[in-house]
């Protein structure tokens, strides 16, 4: 359907085999006019609307307009002339409907291009990467292009047109030149301390959007480590937005306006029911049945309110960072995706290889593809751990700031339930769990969407065998199910032993002086060894059971691909058994192995959550 629409609007053919697979392989006008060229258009007209509304949330310096930023915006210009200057054409020689549609949609892109630089400038931005992405894509898109012109005039396929290639080449001119704009970063004033010497600010932020992609700019301090041991004057100043003052500001600002909404509302219901009491007890004698019937009405009166719920920790930390939770949830989204690429190129190259007609330089494009693919996955994937590792930074240092803060405030009434043990572990262990538990939170829903593409690709290519080698599985749940109740059972025992041993100590090195006096050294020192053993001894037993879960899911995917390819065999003929259904679904099943593996670890860092939101 698509298909005949888009060959509607080009007047030919969409897709040509002959033509892709010739001794000198290319893609059709058709297809170069509309999905090489409509693919990076449609990638930022997607991302758009959240890049802008990131840029609504930064709060820094709005930039000067520079040379750079004239630059970008004059050569942008160009291209906006050139899409009308063919549009004009298209429209005066009566084209196919695509070459007045192709570039009406390239000109908005442009303006929107504009927009985003004039935005990242008021916002600060000093780079961009989504303007990067799609100047990068477009240009290796029309990289296509070019290809097909040059072996078009090569091989003398189509006669000259003057005016269409001095066209491109502007075109494709000013393309690189918006894509090597783009690696530039806008300067930045250098502060100076009040010796008149530069500070060493945190560069990551101010470097060019090539070292920064890279990672460049860690390598000064990598070699100045191999070379000798760093100090302190090594080391950046950190950056504003990560300082542990702002983080906490933002954090408990979030937490106190909702504290506030619950306790106004809260205040608000206790008013009506004490003016409904006072009216009561107007038309009462003071009997112990009219006090009941009062008490009875003060009780309806409160469960028939509707007290808003208490505020909510996880919405807070939600509100505070969701920004670049949700960018870095979009990275995994673009790994996850990259991550089925590779099963497919191996099987469009194993094809190849068993048909020996086709071009060598067909195998030649697949094998290149198949190494990009891969390393344009890992540069993906590192940046998404490095976004979620900050995110990560930022909730523990936010939390441990606020636990430490709310422990300095704690009531007379809350002290009495809260031990010092309790805070201690709030803030060293409880907080540092939730930062790691930032990075992998994302597997709640990429570990799904993997095991669910991987599960429909293997029916592909085992059919049945595929479902009842992954229904294998079955048998580990309740085991995992059991072993998982069984590991938070003994983490909040020994978390309470914990809590026991440090409230013990402080106990201890607070009254120091009347243990000496007494001699009780040696008996306080027994009690804080068996604390201390007990302790041990269910540390061991997480780590055991630990081992075993471990052991168990990491043997899952080996025991579904021994049960699929042994029901394949059985279920068809040996034949059918070919390199394609043997590679590719064991590239299939390896991709299973992380998010099976991965799933069960995360149910003892979702305990630290629900521990520190219920404190007093």
């Given at each position: 359907?698509?298909?005949?629409?888009?060959?509607?609007?080009?007047?030919?053919?969409?897709?040509?085999?002959?033509?892709?697979?010739?001794?000198?392989?290319?893609?059709?006008?058709?297809?170069?006019?509309?999905?090489?060229?409509?693919?990076?258009?449609?990638?930022?007209?997607?991302?758009?609307?959240?890049?802008?509304?990131?840029?609504?949330?930064?709060?820094?310096n709005?930039?000067?307009?520079?040379?750079?930023?004239?630059?970008?915006?004059?050569?942008?210009?160009?291209?906006?002339?050139?899409?009308l200057?063919?549009?004009?054409?298209?429209?005066m020689?009566?084209?196919?409907?695509?070459?007045?549609?192709?570039?009406t949609?390239?000109t908005?892109?442009?303006?929107?291009?504009?927009?985003?630089?004039?935005?990242?400038?008021?916002?600060g931005?000093?780079?961009?990467?989504?303007?990067?992405?799609?100047?990068?894509?477009?240009?290796?898109?029309?990289?296509?292009t070019a290809?097909?012109?040059?072996?078009s005039?090569?091989?003398?396929?189509?006669?000259?047109?003057?005016?269409?290639?001095?066209?491109?080449?502007?075109?494709?001119?000013?393309?690189?030149?918006?894509?090597?704009?783009?690696l530039?970063?806008?300067?930045?004033?250098?502060?100076?301390?009040?010796t008149?010497?530069?500070?060493k600010?945190?560069p990551?932020?101010?470097v060019?959007?090539?070292?920064?992609?890279s990672?460049?700019?860690?390598?000064?301090?990598?070699?100045?480590g191999y070379?000798?041991?760093?100090?302190?004057?090594?080391l950046?100043i950190?950056?504003?937005?990560?300082?542990?003052?702002?983080?906490?500001?933002?954090?408990?600002?979030?937490?106190?306006?909702?504290?506030?909404?619950?306790?106004?509302?809260?205040?608000?219901?206790?008013?009506?029911?004490?003016?409904f009491?006072?009216k009561?007890?107007?038309?009462?004698?003071?009997t112990?049945?009219?006090?009941?019937?009062?008490?009875?009405?003060?009780?309806?009166s409160?469960?028939?309110?509707?007290?808003?719920?208490?505020?909510?920790?996880?919405?807070?930390?939600?509100?505070?960072?969701?920004?670049?939770?949700?960018?870095?949830?979009?990275i995994?989204?673009?790994?996850?995706i990259?991550?089925?690429?590779?099963?497919?190129?191996?099987?469009?190259?194993?094809?190849?290889?068993?048909?020996?007609n086709?071009?060598?330089?067909?195998?030649?494009?697949?094998?290149?593809?198949?190494?990009?693919?891969?390393?344009?996955q890992?540069?993906v994937l590192?940046?998404?751990?490095?976004?979620?590792?900050?995110?990560?930074s930022?909730?523990?240092?936010?939390?441990?700031?606020l636990?430490?803060?709310?422990?300095?405030r704690?009531?007379?009434?809350?002290?009495?339930t809260?031990?010092?043990?309790e805070?201690?572990?709030?803030?060293?262990?409880?907080?540092?769990?939730?930062?790691?538990?930032?990075?992998?939170?994302?597997?709640?829903?990429?570990?799904?969407?993997?095991?669910?593409?991987?599960?429909?690709?293997?029916?592909?290519?085992?059919?049945?065998a595929?479902?009842?080698?992954?229904?294998?599985?079955?048998?580990?749940?309740?085991l995992?199910?059991?072993?998982?109740?069984?590991?938070k059972?003994?983490?909040?025992?020994?978390?309470?032993?914990?809590?026991?041993?440090?409230?013990?100590m402080?106990e201890?090195?607070?009254?120091m002086k009347?243990?000496?006096?007494?001699?009780?050294?040696?008996?306080?020192?027994?009690?804080?060894?068996?604390?201390?053993?007990?302790?041990?001894?269910?540390?061991?037993?997480?780590?055991?059971?630990?081992?075993?879960?471990?052991f168990?899911?990491?043997?899952?995917?080996?025991l579904?691909?021994?049960?699929?390819?042994?029901?394949?065999?059985?279920?068809?003929?040996?034949?059918?058994?070919?390199?394609?259904?043997?590679?590719?679904?064991?590239?299939?099943?390896?991709?299973?192995?992380?998010?099976?593996?991965?799933?069960p670890?995360?149910?003892s860092?979702?305990?630290?959550?629900?521990?520190?939101?219920?404190?007093?």
């Amino acid at each position: 359907m698509l298909t005949e629409y888009v060959e509607h609007l080009c007047g030919s053919n969409l897709w040509d085999n002959d033509t892709v697979y010739s001794n000198h392989p290319e893609f059709t006008q058709c297809f170069q006019m509309t999905f090489l060229i409509w693919g990076p258009c449609l990638i930022l007209w997607i991302v758009a609307p959240l890049w802008f509304y990131m840029l609504t949330r930064q709060k820094t310096n709005t930039l000067k307009i520079s040379w750079l930023f004239i630059a970008k915006n004059i050569s942008v210009i160009g291209l906006i002339c050139i899409e009308l200057y063919r549009l004009v054409g298209a429209l005066m020689n009566n084209k196919a409907p695509i070459y007045i549609i192709t570039p009406t949609f390239l000109t908005m892109t442009y303006i929107t291009a504009i927009s985003i630089s004039h935005f990242e400038r008021i916002s600060g931005l000093r780079s961009s990467t989504l303007v990067f992405a799609f100047w990068g894509l477009l240009t290796l898109a029309n990289s296509i292009t070019a290809w097909s012109k040059f072996l078009s005039f090569h091989l003398k396929l189509t006669s000259y047109d003057a005016n269409d290639t001095i066209t491109f080449a502007l075109f494709y001119g000013l393309l690189w030149i918006n894509l090597i704009l783009s690696l530039f970063s806008e300067k930045i004033k250098v502060p100076v301390s009040e010796t008149g010497q530069k500070l060493k600010i945190f560069p990551e932020n101010y470097v060019s959007l090539l070292s920064r992609l890279s990672f460049w700019w860690i390598n000064d301090l990598i070699l100045t480590g191999y070379k000798r041991d760093l100090t302190r004057d090594d080391l950046w100043i950190v950056d504003e937005t990560e300082a542990s003052a702002h983080l906490t500001h933002k954090f408990e600002t979030a937490w106190n306006k909702a504290s506030k909404k619950y306790i106004r509302d809260l205040n608000n219901l206790s008013d009506e029911t004490i003016r409904f009491s006072n009216k009561s007890s107007m038309y009462g004698n003071g009997t112990a049945d009219e006090e009941k019937k009062l008490t009875d009405t003060l009780e309806v009166s409160f469960k028939a309110g509707k007290p808003s719920k208490k505020p909510s920790f996880g919405w807070c930390l939600c509100r505070v960072y969701a920004g670049k939770f949700l960018a870095g949830s979009f990275i995994k989204l673009v790994q996850d995706i990259l991550l089925f690429v590779g099963p497919i190129i191996l099987d469009k190259l194993l094809t190849f290889i068993k048909d020996k007609n086709q071009n060598v330089a067909v195998g030649f494009f697949y094998t290149g593809l198949l190494f990009v693919s891969s390393l344009i996955q890992s540069f993906v994937l590192q940046h998404y751990f490095h976004r979620m590792f900050i995110v990560g930074s930022r909730i523990k240092t936010s939390i441990t700031n606020l636990v430490y803060k709310k422990s300095l405030r704690l009531l007379t009434s809350a002290r009495k339930t809260t031990t010092v043990g309790e805070m201690t572990n709030l803030i060293a262990v409880n907080a540092q769990m939730l930062g790691e538990l930032t990075t992998y939170l994302n597997v709640l829903w990429s570990a799904p969407f993997q095991i669910t593409v991987a599960m429909i690709m293997l029916w592909q290519y085992l059919g049945v065998a595929a479902l009842i080698g992954v229904s294998t599985i079955l048998i580990f749940i309740p085991l995992n199910i059991y072993i998982g109740n069984l590991t938070k059972k003994i983490q909040l025992t020994k978390l309470k032993q914990q809590d026991s041993r440090i409230k013990m100590m402080n106990e201890v090195l607070s009254g120091m002086k009347i243990i000496k006096f007494y001699g009780w050294e040696l008996s306080f020192k027994d009690i804080i060894g068996k604390t201390r053993s007990k302790e041990l001894h269910y540390l061991k037993k997480m780590g055991l059971l630990s081992i075993s879960t471990n052991f168990l899911w990491t043997c899952a995917p080996l025991l579904i691909t021994i049960v699929s390819f042994g029901s394949f065999l059985v279920l068809n003929d040996s034949e059918k058994f070919t390199a394609n259904v043997i590679f590719v679904s064991l590239s299939l099943f390896n991709i299973l192995r992380f998010p099976l593996t991965v799933l069960p670890g995360i149910i003892s860092a979702l305990i630290s959550v629900s521990k520190i939101k219920n404190i007093p």
